[in-house]
């Protein structure tokens, strides 16, 4: 009977839109023990990961927070996403659970200075673009934090060439520091654009926050996930 290369069991800590897919990120979890981030994807779909891909042998699709085991075939880091391995799209996915607060909290990564570099700043964002030189410089590209003054801000921006998009960002602090940065959490996407626009606090969360891939220069910082206790 044909097998994987090898397989990797993660916490998921993220399951967010791109294009092309989802990108789901997560920490290894071996015999109890959290250990490194990985990211699944597929190199065929510009490294987006197809919802067929993503799914249980039910017919389930695999989400934030569930522990999943993935097959994969080859380790492929990229720049600064070190952490990322190639699926091997010819076996399911198999879920063998699910997370508890406790392992969220284990699992939130120390953080004693800035998130990755700070100084480059988008139109609509602060502190969220790393140059592209910096970037490459970079050994990782998730991180598991504890923000502080967390808000969810929901309103219009101007898109790049032309045109205007209600989007979800966050603001929040981490070590005295200020960021915004955009939301590609499709739960809290829906949940907070079918609010009115404005500014929402968020108490005792924890933020998966990623380092895209590099473009036009620089990499830019998203939220990937927002997670609460009560997501659990």
């Known amino acids: 009977m ?18 092309g897919g989802a990108c789901f990120a997560g920490k290894e979890l071996e015999v109890g023990k959290l250990g ?20 249980y042998a039910d017919g389930v699709s695999a989400d934030l927070l569930d522990i999943v085991r993935m097959p994969m075939s080859a380790a492929a880091p990229s720049d600064h996403q070190t952490e990322n391995h190639q699926i091997d799209p010819g076996f399911y996915w198999t879920k063998k659970g699910r997370a508890t607060w406790e392992q969220i909290i284990e699992a939130t ?18 502190n969220d673009k790393v140059n592209e030189e ?18 969810l801000v929901v309103g219009e921006e101007s898109k790049f060439g032309g045109g205007t998009a ?18 590609t959490d499709p739960w809290i996407e829906t949940k907070y654009l079918a609010k009115p626009d404005g500014s ?9 926050v990623s380092l895209a891939e590099i473009l036009n220069g620089s990499a830019t910082k998203l939220v990937a996930a927002v997670i609460t206790p009560d997501r659990i």
């Open 36 to 55: 490194h981030w990985v990211r699944p994807i597929d190199a065929k779909r510009s490294n987006a990961i197809a919802e067929r891909d993503a799914k």
């Open 166 to 183: 209600r989007k979800v960002r966050a603001k929040f602090k981490l070590n005295g520091t200020d960021y915004n940065f955009v939301v």
């Open 200 to 208: 929402y606090a968020v108490d005792g969360s924890r933020l998966c």
């Open 109 to 126: 990564d120390k953080v004693a200075g800035p998130l990755w570099s700070d100084g480059d700043h988008s139109f609509h964002g602060l």
């Open 2 to 19: 044909p097998r994987p290369n090898y397989s990797k069991t993660i916490l998921c800590l993220a399951n967010s839109r791109r294009p």
């Open 134 to 151: 910096t970037a490459k410089t970079l050994d990782g590209s998730l991180l598991l934090i504890k923000p502080s003054q967390l808000e």
